[in-house]
């Protein structure tokens, strides 16, 4: 069972009236402590329902975004990540943009070991993007070449 001291920071969970973000909110995030830091496993979330505006055209941009990190001391809390990924839905970026944006706002909140963001953008104008950005500690740089690698080759 969690501490009320390990639960401090988690605001979002169990609130009933949930709001929706109507623009990009980073601040949204929260974490709490991995109680297990000093084993390395992984974490994947899956938002099959992300949506983000083209820049340039206003319309709706539809992806599938699979988080996967490996934690070190602070872990993210799934429905403050929900809600932060909702918050794209009138966000006018490219999709390697909203990519990078997540990543980075996730390394900045947990200090991951390593973190990787996929994202399974549905065609528009024939097109599919599937941008794919990772992050990782000196420790875990050979994964980030590795995986990197592997995602040029779509395995």
């Given at each position: 069972?969690?501490?009320?001291?390990?639960?401090?920071?988690?605001?979002?969970?169990?609130?009933?009236?949930?709001?929706?973000?109507?623009?990009?909110?980073?601040?949204?995030?929260?974490?709490?402590?991995?109680?297990?830091?000093?084993?390395?496993?992984?974490?994947?979330?899956?938002?099959?329902?992300?949506?983000?505006?083209?820049?340039?055209?206003?319309?709706?941009?539809?992806?599938?975004?699979?988080?996967?990190?490996?934690?070190?001391?602070?872990?993210?809390?799934?429905?403050?990540?929900?809600?932060?990924?909702?918050?794209?839905?009138?966000?006018?970026?490219?999709?390697?943009?909203?990519?990078?944006?997540?990543?980075?706002?996730?390394?900045?909140?947990?200090?991951?070991?390593?973190?990787?963001?996929?994202g399974?953008?549905?065609?528009?104008?024939?097109?599919?993007?599937?941008?794919?950005?990772?992050?990782?500690?000196?420790e875990?740089?050979?994964?980030?070449?590795?995986?990197?690698?592997a995602?040029?080759?779509?395995?």
């Amino acid at each position: 069972m969690r501490t009320e001291t390990e639960l401090t920071g988690v605001t979002s969970l169990g609130q009933s009236g949930t709001s929706y973000p109507s623009d990009y909110s980073p601040e949204l995030l929260e974490t709490f402590v991995n109680k297990h830091p000093e084993n390395e496993y992984l974490v994947t979330f899956n938002c099959p329902e992300f949506t983000s505006l083209c820049p340039k055209t206003g319309q709706p941009d539809f992806a599938k975004i699979i988080i996967n990190y490996i934690p070190r001391e602070r872990m993210v809390e799934s429905k403050s990540l929900k809600l932060y990924l909702f918050s794209f839905r009138n966000h006018g970026d490219f999709h390697e943009d909203c990519i990078n944006i997540i990543m980075k706002d996730l390394v900045k909140l947990m200090d991951p070991r390593y973190i990787e963001v996929t994202g399974i953008f549905t065609p528009r104008g024939g097109i599919s993007i599937y941008p794919f950005a990772n992050y990782g500690d000196a420790e875990h740089q050979d994964m980030v070449r590795a995986r990197l690698l592997a995602s040029f080759r779509n395995e």
